[in-house]
Every structure is written in structure tokens, then in C-alpha cells.
């Protein structure tokens, strides 16, 4: 289960599956075994689901996932690539999946929604494009605007203005929006945090950046939970090498805001000995630890982009369910159906605490956004943002094989990859359902 959930205000969602479990047990007839991200492929008919192997025959039924028919099955095989979304209904053996049915996501026309903030102005004048959340946006002169407060129209929207967003994305990746609402977010001034200058002995670190020499006795209830006293690695070379990577992928927009602006995020970035987990840190808003660890199995700058721009994505993905908060006044226990809102539309605070369907798909949600955020950020800073999957595939085994080749993407990585086939690629032959 992700670490990042704590970010959102120590809301904790367990979660039993991701993206569907296997089970020996049987399923109901119809049911997905299986549902998630293709990560590898070996062939047409040999493909891992979420690191779950799926063999196909010439009897399987393809088709779209909500769709009723059958669609071309050559325009399914050119989509049985790594990052595609599918659903595999089949027998469960031991071994794998012996599919009967493989239903693809539509992704070039789903209806998609959510809150950003706009953190680039790609396009201005009468129907331009913002980027946020991870998306290019388009306003048209179709798309039903509303300005809920702040900006009064759109030669008013900025950066540092947030919306929430309906639409679909069409070829090339642009999300075409039918319905966006502006807005700006009514926060208190904050006081910036005091200079974060590299310890120049050994020291720990708790969750919220508070820096104690090694030699202090803590106790393990004061360290804020499993982000809480890492030891900082005292390698200077290192330490200049993360930060000075971090601070390029972070938007420009939250760059040029005053230090006591209420929308800054106030980034510290420490490099920590872990040999745990194979991922960045966060646990308050701007704190980024990244493992000693990770940066060294990384293969270049770009991967390391890779991993420092998932950091800021979660920062702003947190500061983006509290402002929701603030923007519709709620706060204590109603915190909870906000945030559940902000990430599966329709589904209220009642039905989603303690619920395992809910929390399962808001993490999912949580780590689509900061996926897709994170792409954007590598790319408006000069990375590749291809090396992003690739970075979490180098990092996903707990010890590298000899044949770096035969190393399976990750079910993150899956999403970054489909994210990025659909924003490079407008899509070929698309299989509609009849």
C-alpha cells in the first residue's frame, strides 16, 4: 500500500488489492480475473497484467471495456502494448490467466474530470490551453465556463488559479473540456519555514524536516510514522546533486511566489540511508527524502528527474485536496468525503470510510495524478519524461538481475506509459464498439 495516502492529512485507506486480485478460489462468471496495466509482452497471445501472466487463444473475445461488441482484432493486437488499461476475464490457474475475454479502456475518448491547479498557460487568447493536473486543457468556445471566484473571465486565469474540469482527450492527448469552473483559493498568509542548510554532522531527520544529531536518543513515537528519523547521508556531492534536480522540476509558477505566499509549497530535499524502500518520501507538504539507495540504481539525470518530480507531484496533489477543503469550507471529519471526492467523483464520506472499493480506487486515482503530474514536470524542465517508466522499472525488483532486460514495468509505470502513447500518438484505427 502506498506511503503517499498519509500526505492527505494522515488519511489512512487499506487497501486488500490493486487494479483486482487473483484468487484460487474462483469468480463470479463475467468477472475481471484480473484488471490493470499491461507490463510486459512477450507475444500477442503472452502478455503480464499488473505482473500477472495472460495467455490468449484464437476463441478470445475482444472488445472495449462498457462496450457490447466485438471490435477488429488487429486493431486489438497494435493495442496489447505496455500501458495499456485492459480488463482479462478467465480461468485462474496457478501459472497465470487463461483469458476468455480481453476488454481495452477506450483512453483517447473517456470521459475524464478533476481539480489542479493551472501551473502553465500554454496557449492564451479566446480558447486557450492550460496545463494542469497533468493535462493540457483546452477551453473552447463550446466549453460551459464558470467562475466561482477570482478570475471574472478568462483573460483573468493564470497560474496559481485552480479549476475543476470535465471533458474528453481527443488525438495528440489535448483534453477538449465540456465544462470547467475557475477559481482561487482563500488561504491565511503562512510563515516560511527556516533555512534548510545540509547538517554538517551526522544527523536524523524526522517527517516534518526537523533535523537532530545522530547521537540524541529518540524515541520511535516521536518520528511522525515510517518517514520519520532516516539518518541523512553525509555525502555532500550527492546531497548538492538531488536538491539541484529536485529544484528544476519544480513549476516555475510556485518559484516565483513570495515566500509568504499561501500557495507556496516550501520544498526541503534531503538525501536519506534506506535500504527499504525504493521510492522518494513525502510526508507534509514540500519534504522530499529520496533514498542513497534509489539514486544510485538509477541510470542517469533523467531518471533521477524521474523520481524528484513524483516527490513534487505529491505535494501539490496534497496541497490540492486541502484546498479543495478550504475552497468548499469544510474541514475535521468532513475532510475525509473531500478528499474521496477530489479523486472518485460521486462518492460522499459515508460510503467511502472503511470502504475497500472507495480507498482502493482513490489510490489508484492518487497515483494516476501524480504520475501524469510528474510527466509534465519532467518535461517543462528539459528531462526526457520517457526515462519515467523506465526509472521505475530499474527500481521495482528488491535486487537487479543480471539481464536488465528481462525486468517487468511496474503497474505505475504502465500508466506513464499509455499517458505518454496517447500525448506522442494520435491514436490508429480506434476500436469502437459497435
Not at 476468455?100 to 493551472?118: H, P, R, S, T, Y
Not at 482563500?186 to 551526522?202: C, H, M, N, Y
Not at 526515462?387 to 514495468?409: G, I, M, N
Request: charged share 20%; aromatic share 8%; with cysteine.
Amino acid at each position: 500500500m502506498t506511503r503517499k495516502i498519509q500526505v492527505l492529512f494522515g488519511l489512512l485507506f487499506l487497501s486488500v488489492c490493486w487494479f483486482g486480485c487473483l484468487s484460487a478460489s474462483g469468480q463470479d462468471k463475467g468477472e475481471p480475473a484480473v484488471e490493470g496495466y499491461i507490463t510486459a509482452v512477450r507475444g500477442p497471445n503472452d502478455f503480464d497484467v499488473n505482473g500477472t501472466r495472460v495467455w490468449t487463444s484464437p476463441t478470445v473475445r475482444y472488445g472495449i471495456i462498457g462496450g457490447k461488441a466485438a471490435i477488429n482484432l488487429g486493431a486489438v493486437h497494435g493495442a496489447l502494448v505496455p500501458g495499456t488499461y485492459v480488463q482479462i476475464v478467465g480461468d485462474v490457474t496457478d501459472k497465470g490467466i487463461n483469458a476468455n475475454e480481453v476488454l481495452i479502456a477506450g483512453d483517447w475518448n473517456k470521459q475524464i474530470e478533476g481539480f489542479g491547479v493551472i501551473d502553465r498557460v500554454i496557449e492564451a487568447g479566446p480558447e486557450p490551453i492550460f496545463q494542469a493536473d497533468g493535462y493540457r486543457i483546452r477551453i473552447a468556445s463550446t466549453t460551459v465556463t464558470k467562475f466561482a471566484s477570482g478570475p471574472k473571465t478568462l483573460a483573468d486565469v493564470g497560474t496559481n488559479t485552480w479549476l475543476r474540469y470535465e471533458g474528453r482527450r481527443g488525438p495528440g492527448g489535448v483534453l477538449l473540456a465540456t465544462h470547467v469552473t475557475f477559481m482561487k483559493a482563500r488561504q491565511s498568509k503562512v510563515a516560511p519555514p527556516e533555512p534548510d542548510p545540509l547538517p554538517t554532522q551526522p544527523s536524523l531527520i524526522d517527517s516534518r524536516g526537523k533535523l537532530i544529531s545522530v547521537h540524541t536518543k529518540v524515541r520511535l513515537s516521536d518520528a511522525g510514522g515510517w518517514c520519520g528519523w532516516h539518518k541523512v547521508v553525509m555525502d555532500q556531492a550527492m546531497q548538492e546533486r538531488v536538491r539541484r534536480v529536485g529544484m528544476k522540476v519544480i513549476p516555475e509558477y510556485q518559484k516565483q511566489l513570495p515566500d509568504d505566499s499561501p500557495s507556496k509549497i516550501h520544498f526541503r530535499i534531503y538525501v536519506v540511508d534506506d535500504p527499504v524502500f525504493r521510492e522518494d518520501l513525502e510526508c507534509v507538504e514540500g519534504l522530499i527524502l529520496v533514498p542513497r539507495q534509489v539514486v544510485e540504481r538509477l541510470a542517469n539525470e533523467d531518471q533521477l528527474a524521474a523520481i524528484m518530480a513524483n516527490g513534487v507531484a505529491y505535494s501539490i496533489e496534497a496541497q490540492s485536496a486541502r484546498l479543495r477543503a478550504e475552497i468548499l469550507g469544510f474541514d475535521g471529519a468532513e475532510l475525509t468525503g473531500v478528499v474521496v471526492g477530489s479523486f472518485v467523483p460521486g462518492v460522499d464520506a459515508g460510503a467511502s470510510v472503511g470502504g475497500l472499493v472507495a480507498n482502493h480506487e482513490i489510490e489508484k486515482r492518487m497515483r494516476e495524478q501524480a504520475g501524469r503530474i510528474a510527466l509534465t514536470l519532467m518535461a517543462d524542465a528539459g528531462f526526457d519524461p520517457r526515462q519515467a517508466p523506465e526509472a521505475w522499472r530499474v527500481l521495482a525488483p528488491k535486487k537487479l538481475p543480471k539481464d536488465l532486460a528481462s525486468l517487468k514495468y511496474p503497474t505505475r509505470a504502465g500508466y506513464q506509459l499509455g499517458f505518454l502513447r496517447l500525448e506522442t500518438e494520435p491514436p490508429q484505427a480506434s476500436p469502437h464498439a459497435q
